[in-house]
């Protein structure tokens, strides 16, 4: 992870949970914006025939890893967040109806 939610573990630890995966904080953080606009810039134009030279401007900083209890947790709630999310759409088509 790059940029600004890599600077905090609390961030990094709730990424790991939701989605089950080891996150991997870099050295990149304040210009990580700046870095992709460049490696499409030069992907774009030919300059690289790859995007593999970004592996060599960043350097593994830190990794942290999901919490079994919280990635339990989280697969839980991610059961009612879907049903919200399907209840806020049909609410919305509700009310579009309305018009």
């Known amino acids: ?30 210009n990580s914006a700046s870095l992709g606009a460049a490696a499409l810039a030069a992907f774009g134009t030919g300059i690289w025939d790859s995007y593999n030279p970004l592996r060599k401007a960043h350097e593994n900083k830190e990794i942290t890893y999901p919490i079994a209890e919280n990635v339990a947790k989280y697969k839980k709630y991610i059961v009612v967040y879907q049903k919200i999310c399907e209840y806020q759409s049909y609410i919305g088509d509700m009310i579009k109806s309305l018009e």
């Open 1 to 30: 992870t790059v940029g600004g939610g890599a600077i905090s573990p609390i961030w990094r630890q709730i990424y790991a949970d939701i989605f089950d995966i080891n996150i991997v904080k870099t050295d990149i953080i304040q």
